[in-house]
Nanobody, 118 residues
Framework: VQLQASGGGAMQAGGSLRLSCAAS?????MGWFRQAPGKEREFVVA??????YYADSVKGRFTISRDNAKNTVYLQMNSLKPEDTAVYYC?????????????????WGQGTLVTVSS
């Protein structure tokens, strides 16, 4: 069981980055969370067989997509803001649950750092 996240980096505000997360298995749902220094891990976005779900803070700026054949999800992040700076973690859920909650996910990637400067 493996989740491999990639694509983080440094960007100026207003720029774009794309994160990828490849899983070695198929799952019910995949999602992205982020954790800024000194803060709790928070939900960003998730996708399951029914649709996509976004945190209000990223709605309209971030887009998640899923390639089921590759068991890979992509997070396109546009109009980045300094407050988007965090370590981003991808996660996979085997079963249905509250997709905004970390407890619903069974597997986690290693995290990739996104830094947005003003």
């Amino acid at each position: 069981v493996q989740l491999q996240a990639s694509g983080g980096g440094a960007m100026q505000a207003g720029g774009s980055l794309r994160l990828s997360c490849a899983a070695s298995f198929s799952s019910y749902a995949m999602g992205w969370f982020r954790q800024a220094p000194g803060k709790e891990r928070e939900f960003v976005v998730a996708v399951n067989w029914s649709g996509t779900y976004y945190a209000d803070s990223v709605k309209g700026r971030f887009t998640i997509s899923r390639d089921n054949a590759k068991n890979t999800v992509y997070l396109q992040m546009n109009s980045l803001k300094p407050e988007d700076t965090a370590v981003y973690y991808c996660a996979a859920a085997k079963y249905s649950g509250v997709l905004t909650a970390t407890r619903s996910y069974d597997y986690w990637g290693q995290g990739t750092l996104v830094t947005v400067s003003s």
